[in-house]
């Protein structure tokens, strides 16, 4: 199965919050023209769920079907480049794990 994983790069005060709202809110047509199917994507908020707990609910959401993740899953949190390599390593770990 095919994961996309979506995370911003570094979008501080841009309205993260906002576009995946209304990702989240739109009809299932629209949803189905979007992402393939006519479920929402599922996001992940890091200030949500907390800075320490983030990438232990990645990993739960990955690998342990903490929820039905289907093909999209969204990491609702800023990704400054000092952070790329490190979000992708645990990224493919943990897709390796599930």
Not at 1 to 7: E, K, P, R
Not at 37 to 50: C, F
Not at 51 to 67: G, M, S
Not at 73 to 98: I, S
Request: charge should be negative; glycine fraction near 8%.
């Amino acid at each position: 199965a095919v994961l996309n994983v979506y995370v911003f790069l570094t979008m501080v005060g841009w309205g993260k919050n906002i576009l995946m709202e209304q990702i989240q809110a739109l009809p299932p047509d629209e949803l189905a023209a979007v992402f393939g199917k006519g479920i929402p994507p599922v996001v992940l908020e890091s200030d949500a769920i907390g800075a320490k707990r983030f990438w232990p609910r990645v990993r739960r959401t990955i690998v342990d079907a903490d929820a039905p993740v289907g093909e999209h899953l969204f990491l609702n949190k800023n990704f400054p480049p000092n952070a790329w390599a490190g979000a992708r390593r645990k990224l493919e770990e943990f897709c390796e794990e599930g």
